[in-house]
């Protein structure tokens, strides 16, 4: 497969002034006839006319209503094409119902449905499906279905057709067409200029009842970007439709957002608090996107982390504004920790900015994604709020309407502060995480601290440089207090030292606050008065991770008990009732497993998956004998009596009445856990009391009475496929992952199925890496029956092997037969055979 190189971009040829389309939708033969305006592009020196096209049968072509006779390949077609403005016109055929990959139009849950992003306009049409190419789109769709939906705002509609104009020039990828029998869930908002715009979410038959949530996070996405970032919404209709056969989240085309169903459909009764978050953060995600990646989009697909990034980003501040900041914080992080740094870590390690790809529906990854928005987060943590919010409102003064690249969006911050940011642009294009040890000496009474910053090499980045690193810290006195409140130190160098004079005392340095960076520090700092005293709920939080950490890895490797000055630091913070319950349900967290082998790995060990396994066993059992006075009372004054709200409150309430509950069921056999699941009237208390009765006795009549309920709904039944890999013993969770294949319901071409079932098989760490290899097996199985049918799901799931090389001489063995016997799969897809192949390096 070819190799595409960001050094290569060259413009297109041709500009598109105009594009009209026009559907006949039919499942297995709809027509797609287009007539698109092109003119040659000044600013270009390549004039090959190339149209992208796969998969399509071309019926006619013209140019300026001549007929012409294209060279086609499995790519596209060329033709030659007159040197001033002429208008191309074709018809195509195309089969929705056989589109399984679930790109370009397809069929699902007998509607229409398109994916374009990122390169999926091609099996549409023929077209430059390149995202610097944007044009106003208007689309006709002829089809019985009721509703007939596109880009943009309605034009007119009859019986059978509807047609839409889109005026915002966009790329294809952003173009989108839904047609089905669906229902509208309405609403209505007022932009901050007064502009009156209809809303929609579309759904099912059967599911309306699961659209209020969705529509509220809708109108609170538009308000709060109006008044954090200035930015009004600019059609007068904007539709959400959910489907049920998606492989990402949602996708923001202009004006018509298609959605997962997972990640907009929701009600008390079928969705758990952390999904209603998550719902929450996906639209006002694709809302965002409406500025930053929309009506600013990018120069070409290198360029992704400039949309997905910042809007990661926009969305975390969001997010931190409705909820808790530093509960959001510290989920964000051990997210990045528990995806990105493992990407760092591994083959699959690549910049913010990639410089090549085979495949580009391969990095739309955690460091694309989450590094991106942490990248962000540094910017505006080095040159103040202040300075950010100038910063990008002349990005969208400047941008608007044009498809940029990384170094237009650095521009902006340069020419609004007159700082020079050449080095900070190292974190797009080096790969790998920094770490930053930290040394301090005290001596008369100046308290300095030094650090030293270390990359580890990488395929992509084999000699890092210095990074610029925003590293925010304060200073505690013994008693506590804030001897110096918060201050952001830059590190440029490869080491650097800052002095603190006027410090009476040695006092106690609370370092990386609020995580202001994404670097592993390694620092022996006093955890335990961290714990107790530090003002920053974040590093407080890290205190308590750091210790849990450490006694874990003392027992994984010299068999020790868990540590008594982090149990007890523990119970304090759990037993503190001024303290957020959410914030504590965190603190009773511990590092996950894979977090335990990446940790045990870099420090030079063969982590044992079963031995990491009851490490975590035994500190559970030993949280519970250390809370075991508050387990009963924090559970009953945790449980919430008011009506069902998925909010900040009751949620946290919510999560630490059921993380006592995880360890009072460690203690009497599942009788208070059967009693919430016996009441329960919400997907939250059931969820949860059912995944702790798993494993207990009442176990499998739980599942049962869980599946009779709930068999009609596919999105809950994901939940029971799910957790009962989730929660299988490691010896088990293989059989368990297979029997659940068997199982009627198991519809392997759904990827949310495929997900719910293998991609819990993958990350049930002492399961997946059972010594047997059955993990990897079935899952290797899995990938070779998926691929054919559904690449970029395929693909990504290829990366639970990124982290093959930690593990033991038997298990590398184990996993390198699967590598190959995948690899060597006739007819193996781009997607997969990259993925696989970048791991295998
Ligand atoms: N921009 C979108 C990314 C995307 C995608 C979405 C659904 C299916 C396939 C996809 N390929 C790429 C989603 C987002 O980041 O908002
Ligand atoms: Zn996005």
Known sequence: PQTIYLKDYTPFGFTVEEVHLTFDLAPSATRVTSRIKFAPNPDA??????????????????????????????????CNVPNIPFVWESEVQIDPAGNTALEGLYRSSGMYCTQCEAEGFRKITYYPDRPDVMSTFTVRINGPEPVLLSNGNPVASGKGWAEWHDPWPKPAYLFALVAGELIAH???????????????????????????FGMQALKDSMVWDEKVYGREYDLDIFNIVAVDDFNMGAMENKGLNVFNSSAVLASPET?????????????????????????????????????????????????????????????????????????????????????????????????????????????????GADAYSKAVDLYFDRHDGQACTIEDWIQVFEDSTGRDLGQFK???????????????????????????????????????????????????????????????LEITKD??????????????????????????????????????????????????????????????????????????????VVADDSLDPAYRALMIGLPAQSELAASLHAEGDVPDPDAIHLAVDAMREAQAEALQDMLHPLYDAHQVTQDYVPDAAQSGKRALGNAMLALITRRDGGAVAQAQYDTATN????????????????????????????????????????????????????DTATALTRHHDFNWKNPNRFRATLGALAMHHAGFH???GSGYALLADWLIKLDPVNPQTTARMCSAFQTWRRYDAIRQTLIKAQLERIASTPGLSRDTAEMIGRIRE
């Open 45 to 78: 020196t390549d004039k090959t006319f190339f149209l992208h096209g796969e998969e399509l049968t071309l019926r006619w072509a013209k140019i300026d209503g001549e007929t012409v006779e294209p060279t086609i390949t499995a790519e596209g077609l060329t």
């Open 186 to 212: 309405p609403g209505k908002f007022t932009t901050m200029n007064g502009r009156k715009v209809e809303l929609n979410l579309y759904v099912r038959p059967g599911d309306e009842h699961k659209c209020a």
């Open 271 to 383: 969705s758990t608090d952390q999904n209603f978050e998550r719902i929450e953060a996906i639209i006002a995600h694709e809302y965002f996107h409406n500025w930053t990646g929309n009506r600013i989009t990018c120069r070409d697909w290198f360029q992704l982390c400039l949309k997905e990034g910042l809007t990661v980003y926009r969305d975390s501040q969001f997010t931190s504004d409705m909820r808790s900041a530093p509960v959001k914080r510290i989920s964000d992080v051990i997210d990045l920790r528990g995806r990105q740094f493992t990407e760092d870590q591994g083959p699959l390690a690549h910049p913010v900015r990639p410089e090549s790809f085979q495949e580009i529906n391969n990095f739309y990854t955690a460091t694309v994604y989450e590094k991106g928005a942490e990248v962000i987060g540094m910017l505006r943590t080095l040159v």
């Open 426 to 488: 190292r974190w797009y294009s080096q790969a790998g995480t920094p770490h930053l040890k930290v040394t301090e000496s005290y001596e008369g009474d100046t308290y300095t601290l030094t650090f030293a910053q270390h990359t580890p090499p990488s395929a992509t980045t084999p000699d890092p440089k210095p990074q610029v690193i925003p590293v925010a810290m304060g200073l505690l006195a013994a008693d506590g207090s804030e001897a110096m409140g918060t201050q952001v």
């Open 495 to 572: 080491t650097q030292s800052f002095s603190f004079p006027g410090q009476p005392a040695r006092p106690v340095p609370s370092i990386l606050r609020g995580f202001s960076a994404p670097v592993v520090l390694d620092h022996s700092a006093d955890h335990a008065f961290l714990l107790a005293h530090d003002t920053d709920p974040f590093n407080r939080w890290e205190s308590a991770r750091a210790l849990a950490k450490g006694s874990l890895m003392a027992t994984i490797r010299q068999g020790k008990a868990p540590d008594s000055a982090y149990l007890e630091g523990l119970t304090k």
């Open 683 to 734: 997907m939250t208390q059931q969820l949860a009391a059912l995944g702790f009765l798993i494993g207990a006795e009442q176990g499998d009549a739980a599942l049962g009475a869980f599946e009779a309920q709930w068999k009609d709904d596919r999105l809950v039944m994901d939940k029971w496929f799910g957790l009962q890999v989730m929660k299988a013993k490691p010896d088990d969770a293989a």
């Open 770 to 772: 059972a010594k047997d």
